[in-house]
């Protein structure tokens, strides 16, 4: 059984990474300003604050409510396939030009990813327009309600939008953007006011924090110790708490720190929570991961890798390792004939034997870039009538299954991931509010546009819609005013 709608041979090149003269903006070893709030770990120490730096100062609690061990939320069981809606066809991997997506799933407008052209959508999709669902009432059926021969329908990106890593791409796609006619020191005196005298003006808060990019916040900081001698996060944690300290002091930490302290915390102490591993490791350019690994160094004193050596172990402990070393090729150009000869090798290493294989899928997984992978993924589906997805979770279980699931749904459509991640961290009785946080932050200026998209699209609700409902206060005004609702 072959792919609907995609062509077995021919690829077109996709944007190169990283953008030609784009250099990294993360400080030398050692040299790394350390952020404000958050005590030093193994040994690390809190350097002279530079004038662009990061001023600092007091503790940060330790996060709570991270799911339980136990794999990827919502993962299918062995055999079953995720239910993801389809996305408009486009050049490339999807369907040949003209050519019909996937079967029964709406088809959103196709965009346009750092630099490249919008592509032009087939109007409706299918003749005569937008073809229904096939489930009633238009309701996405669960991950076991699929047969498992069939091929999921996880959302397809066009080649364009697997180009997440672009300066471009995360000024286009991202909620939050850089503040025209920015002013340091005029924010740091509206926060100086909104937290002066008796009580709080927590609005006012919002509308500085929610609208600046993390650069802006970190001069911010800046300036507000240089104005008024003071640190800015802690009167910020002496007028907050709970959750909605937990998200301001995540907002004002340097994108590449607050990765790395989120993996610390993860593996600190009894116990490993690992889908956080996971969900950064494995989900993260090469460029990020090597400045993760140094800021980890430079501010917790310890190595990345000798870390979860020690915290994790087997085909998972060599999958991180694998991951933490950030060198996944990133060749944007596909070789269908490479496809073709892994997809071979996975099948013999796993369906097409007794037992599995399991350092093959390691060094395919970790090794290939996401468009290549997405290409085997085609040419698996055609060579084994059966999907990869649904193979992997035949084969592995546990948390190298959610690791390896983890790969090869980004290859399909980061955003529609995170999308499912989000979900899950509401979906329930409680919520998952560090997962919440850590998601809507890291992804706010980068590709929450389309993850709210793909949110709409997989559950028939907007992500705006399912925050208000699971949470309340300050806290919910926040984290609306940064999704953008």
Not at 265 to 291: D, F, H, S, W
Request: aromatic letters at 10%; a neutral charge; proline letters at 10%.
């Amino acid at each position: 059984m072959s792919y609907p709608g995609y062509t077995p041979t021919g690829y077109p090149p996709f944007p190169g990474y990283p953008p030609a003269g784009q250099e990294s903006s993360f400080p030398p070893p050692g040299q790394y300003p350390y952020p404000s709030g958050f005590p030093p770990m193994g040994g690390g120490a809190y350097p002279p604050a530079p004038s662009s730096g990061y001023p600092g100062a007091g503790g940060y609690p330790a996060p709570g409510g991270y799911p339980a061990p136990g794999g990827y939320p919502g993962a299918p069981q062995p055999g079953g396939a995720p239910s993801y809606p389809g996305v408009l066809p486009g050049q490339g991997f999807g369907a040949p030009p003209g050519g019909a997506g996937f079967s029964g799933y709406p088809q959103p407008p196709s965009q346009s990813y750092g630099g490249g052209p919008a592509q032009v959508p087939v109007p409706g999709g299918f003749p005569g327009g937008p073809m229904p669902s096939q489930y009633p009432g238009g309701q996405t059926p669960y991950p076991s309600q699929i047969s498992t021969e069939s091929f999921p329908s996880y959302p397809v990106f066009s080649p364009i939008s697997l180009d997440y890593s672009s300066e471009l791409a995360t000024v286009a796609q991202g909620t939050i953007r850089p503040a025209a006619n920015f002013d340091a020191m005029r924010d740091a005196e509206i926060l100086r006011k909104a937290m002066k005298g008796f009580g709080t003006d927590e609005q006012a808060i919002i509308d500085v924090v929610a609208n600046r990019s993390n650069d802006q916040r970190q001069k911010i900081k800046a300036a507000f110790k240089t104005m008024y001698g003071k640190d800015l996060i802690k009167d910020l944690k002496s007028e907050l708490s709970g959750n909605m300290e937990e998200l301001i002091l995540a907002l004002f930490m340097p994108s590449t720190y607050y990765d790395a302290w989120s993996l610390r915390n993860a593996m600190k102490g009894a116990g490993t929570q690992e889908r956080v591993l996971i969900e950064i490791l494995c989900t993260r350019t090469n460029q990020e991961i090597r400045e993760i690994v140094r800021c980890y160094q430079s501010e917790f004193g310890r190595d990345l890798e000798k870390d979860i050596r020690s915290d994790t172990s087997g085909h998972f402990e060599r999958l991180l390792v694998s991951m933490c070393q950030g060198n996944r090729d990133e060749n944007q150009n596909v070789n269908p004939q490479m496809a073709q000869e892994d997809a071979q090798r996975l099948y013999q290493a796993g369906e097409g034997r007794l037992g599995t294989d399991e350092s093959c899928f390691n060094m395919i997984l970790a090794t290939r870039s996401f468009p290549q992978l997405k290409a085997t993924m085609e040419a698996y589906s055609r060579m084994a009538n059966r999907d990869l997805l649904s193979s992997v979770g035949r084969e592995f279980s546990g948390n190298v299954e959610s690791g390896l699931k983890t790969i090869l749904q980004c290859a399909l459509n980061r955003p529609a991931f995170f999308a499912e991640r989000l979900y899950y961290s509401m979906k329930g009785a409680g919520t998952d509010d560090s997962t919440l946080v850590r998601i809507v932050v890291t992804r706010s200026e980068i590709d929450l546009v389309q993850i709210k998209q793909m949110f709409s699209q997989m559950y028939q609700k907007t992500l705006g819609t399912m925050i208000a409902s699971d949470t309340s206060g300050d806290y919910r005004r926040l984290l609306l005013a940064i999704v953008g609702q």
